[in-house]
Structure formats: structure tokens, C-alpha cells
């Protein structure tokens, strides 16, 4: 079982940047298919980005193309989502998540693993 540990949210002025991290809690050797999705209040848990075991391949949501950047340490096996220009709108419960399939990476089933949450607010 892998537990998953977010951090790095928190309040920010819309133009702003946060970036996040997630790791996970205990050992583990290995490498898995990486996302971030988000969840605003009232609104279904909707993908963010996501990023290959290798590094090598990325992909984002329309809404944040160009402003967010998925990135990942295997050393260090943490994955990293820099979010700049942030919006009012980007404001949400952003969430880990680890797989094994680097196809279906939209999709919320491709994900076993899911961290808690870490809350991003973006105030106008």
C-alpha cells in the first residue's frame, strides 16, 4: 500500500504561484505514472496533469496549458506541479495520485493510489 503526502498549497492573489510536491509516506522502489487533479467545492474531481514513469511525456487539462508544469524527481521520487498565473478559478483541493498506466492518464480509475489533499485557494 502506498500513502501518498501532498504539500504546498495554501492562499494566494490571482497572478501568483504556488508550487506543490507529493511523496510518498513510506519506501517504495517503484516507479509510477504520476497525476494531479483538483476538486472545487460542489464539482467532481476533474485531472490536472499528469507525467510518465520516465519523465518523458507530460499532459495537462486545457484550463492550465501553458501555466502549470508537471515535473518529477525519481531520485527523490517526488512529483512536482508549479502552478503560476494562478486564477480565482484554480482554487481547490489539488490531489496525488500514482498508477500504472500511462495511457488512460485523464482518468481517475487509472489511479490505485491518491493522496489527501492539499487545499490551493486563489483570491481575486
Known amino acids: 500500500q502506498v500513502q501518498l503526502v501532498e504539500s504546498g498549497g495554501g492562499l494566494v492573489q490571482a497572478g501568483g504561484s504556488l508550487r506543490l510536491s507529493c511523496a510518498p509516506s513510506?519506501?517504495?522502489?517503484?516507479?509510477?505514472?504520476m497525476a494531479w487533479f483538483r476538486q472545487a467545492p460542489g464539482q467532481v474531481r476533474e485531472f490536472v496533469a499528469h507525467?510518465?514513469?520516465?519523465?518523458?511525456?507530460?499532459n495537462y487539462a486545457d484550463s492550465v496549458k501553458g501555466r502549470f508544469a508537471i515535473s518529477r524527481d525519481n531520485a527523490k521520487n517526488t512529483v512536482y506541479l508549479q502552478m503560476n498565473s494562478l486564477k480565482p478559478e484554480d482554487t481547490a483541493v489539488y490531489y496525488c495520485?500514482?498508477?500504472?498506466?500511462?495511457?488512460?492518464?485523464?482518468?481517475?480509475?487509472?489511479?490505485?493510489?491518491w493522496g489527501q489533499g492539499t487545499q490551493v485557494t486563489v483570491s481575486s
Open positions: 513510506g519506501r517504495t522502489t517503484t516507479i509510477y505514472t
Open positions: 507525467i510518465s514513469r520516465d519523465g518523458g511525456s507530460t
Open positions: 495520485a500514482a498508477g500504472t498506466n500511462d495511457y488512460s492518464y485523464a482518468w481517475r480509475g487509472s489511479y490505485a493510489y
